[in-house]
C-alpha cells in the first residue's frame, strides 16, 4: 500500500486486536483507493474541460494566422467570447477548490433573507424578460425571515441558482421562487419548466462537473460547477440543498436553512 498499490487487502481471521487491525487496515485501503479513483476522474474530467475552449481558441486562432478567417470584429469578438467562457470555468474551479478546503471565508452575521432574495430577484427580471423565461415570485414580504450567515456567499448562491436556471431553461418557459418558513427552518424553492433531468440522476446534480446531458450544457455554456459550488455554500451555512422533479416539467431545488434568532 506504501507504493501505491491500495487494491491491497489483508485477511482478518480473528476478533481479537489483530482481527481488529487487519479490518481498519482494509478499511484505510478501501478509502485511499476511492480517493484514489476520484483525484484521477477529477483530473480528467478538469483536463477534458479545458481541451475544449482551448482546442476552439486554437482553431480559431490558426484560421485568423493563415488568412482562411479574415481579422474582423466579428472573429475577434468570437475570440473573446471563447476567453470569456475559458476564465468563467477557471473562476469556477478556483471557487470550488476553495471551498472544498475550506478557504473561502464566511462573515456571518444577521441577514435579511426576504430582502436578499427579493432585491436579486428584481435585478435579475431583465434577463430572465430577454431570454423569454417567465420569473415569479412567491415571497410574503410581510414577514421577514432573518438567518445567521454572509450575504455575500448567499448572493452568490442565489445568483448562481438563477444563472443555472437561465442556461438550462428553453425559451417561453417559467421560473417560480418561493421563500417561506417551516419551524426553526427557511424554506426556498426553485422550480423551472422544461427541460427536466431524469430522476435517477436528479442526486448527482450537485456532483462537481456533471451534467445531465453533455452536449447542451456544453453548448449552454456550463461545467456542471455551479450546483457544486452552491451546495457547499448551503453546507456551510449548516442547511440542505436538495434537487426533486418539478411539477413544471424541469427541476425543483429545495434549500432549507436555519433561521436565525429573533426572526
Same mark, same amino acid.
Given at each position: 500500500?506504501?507504493?501505491?498499490?491500495?487494491?491491497?487487502?489483508? *485477511?482478518?481471521?480473528? %476478533?481479537?486486536?489483530?482481527?481488529?487491525?487487519?479490518?481498519?487496515?482494509?478499511?484505510?485501503?478501501?478509502?485511499?483507493?476511492?480517493?484514489?479513483? *476520484?483525484?484521477?476522474?477529477?483530473?480528467?474530467?478538469?483536463?477534458?474541460?479545458?481541451? %475544449?475552449?482551448?482546442?476552439?481558441?486554437?482553431?480559431?486562432?490558426?484560421?485568423?494566422?493563415?488568412?482562411?478567417?479574415?481579422? %474582423?470584429?466579428?472573429?475577434?469578438?468570437?475570440?473573446?467570447?471563447?476567453?470569456? #467562457?475559458?476564465?468563467?470555468?477557471?473562476?469556477?474551479?478556483?471557487?470550488?477548490?476553495?471551498?472544498?478546503?475550506? =478557504?473561502?471565508?464566511?462573515?456571518?452575521?444577521?441577514?435579511?433573507?426576504?430582502?436578499?432574495?427579493?432585491?436579486?430577484?428584481?435585478?435579475?427580471?431583465?434577463?430572465?424578460?430577454?431570454?423569454?423565461?417567465?420569473?415569479?415570485?412567491?415571497?410574503?414580504?410581510?414577514?421577514?425571515?432573518?438567518?445567521? =450567515?454572509?450575504?455575500? #456567499?448567499?448572493?452568490?448562491?442565489?445568483?448562481?441558482?438563477?444563472?443555472?436556471?437561465?442556461?438550462?431553461?428553453?425559451?417561453?418557459?417559467?421560473?417560480?421562487?418561493?421563500?417561506?418558513?417551516?419551524?426553526?427552518?427557511?424554506?426556498?424553492?426553485?422550480?423551472?419548466?422544461?427541460?427536466?433531468?431524469?430522476?435517477?440522476?436528479?442526486?448527482?446534480?450537485?456532483?462537481?462537473?456533471?451534467?445531465?446531458?453533455?452536449?447542451?450544457? #456544453?453548448?449552454?455554456?456550463?461545467?456542471?460547477?455551479?450546483?457544486?459550488?452552491?451546495?457547499?455554500?448551503?453546507?456551510?451555512?449548516?442547511? #440542505?440543498?436538495?434537487?426533486?422533479?418539478?411539477?413544471?416539467?424541469?427541476?425543483?431545488?429545495?434549500?432549507?436553512?436555519?433561521?436565525?434568532?429573533?426572526?
Amino acid at each position: 500500500m506504501a507504493a501505491g498499490e491500495f487494491s491491497t487487502r489483508v *485477511t482478518a481471521n480473528s %476478533t481479537d486486536e489483530i482481527g481488529q487491525l487487519a479490518q481498519d487496515f482494509n478499511l484505510l485501503a478501501l478509502t485511499l483507493e476511492k480517493n484514489e479513483k *476520484t483525484r484521477r476522474q477529477w483530473v480528467a474530467d478538469i483536463s477534458h474541460e479545458l481541451r %475544449t475552449p482551448l482546442a476552439v481558441l486554437r482553431a480559431e486562432i490558426e484560421a485568423l494566422e493563415d488568412g482562411v478567417r479574415p481579422v %474582423t470584429a466579428e472573429s475577434i469578438n468570437s475570440l473573446h467570447g471563447e476567453v470569456i #467562457r475559458l476564465s468563467r470555468l477557471v473562476d469556477d474551479l478556483f471557487q470550488l477548490s476553495l471551498s472544498d478546503l475550506g =478557504g473561502l471565508t464566511y462573515h456571518k452575521e444577521k441577514v435579511d433573507l426576504t430582502g436578499l432574495v427579493n432585491d436579486i430577484l428584481i435585478a435579475y427580471q431583465p434577463e430572465f424578460e430577454t431570454e423569454k423565461i417567465s420569473l415569479e415570485a412567491r415571497i410574503v414580504t410581510a414577514t421577514t425571515i432573518n438567518i445567521f =450567515g454572509d450575504p455575500e #456567499r448567499l448572493r452568490q448562491l442565489l445568483t448562481n441558482l438563477l444563472d443555472n436556471s437561465l442556461k438550462y431553461t428553453d425559451p417561453g418557459g417559467q421560473l417560480i421562487v418561493t421563500l417561506g418558513r417551516d419551524g426553526d427552518k427557511a424554506i426556498l424553492d426553485f422550480q423551472d419548466s422544461l427541460p427536466g433531468v431524469p430522476e435517477e440522476k436528479l442526486d448527482r446534480l450537485f456532483e462537481r462537473l456533471f451534467r445531465a446531458e453533455t452536449s447542451r450544457s #456544453r453548448a449552454a455554456g456550463g461545467a456542471g460547477l455551479g450546483l457544486a459550488i452552491c451546495k457547499n455554500i448551503v453546507e456551510a451555512h449548516a442547511g #440542505r440543498i436538495i434537487a426533486l422533479p418539478s411539477p413544471l416539467g424541469g427541476i425543483w431545488l429545495r434549500i432549507t436553512l436555519p433561521v436565525g434568532e429573533n426572526s
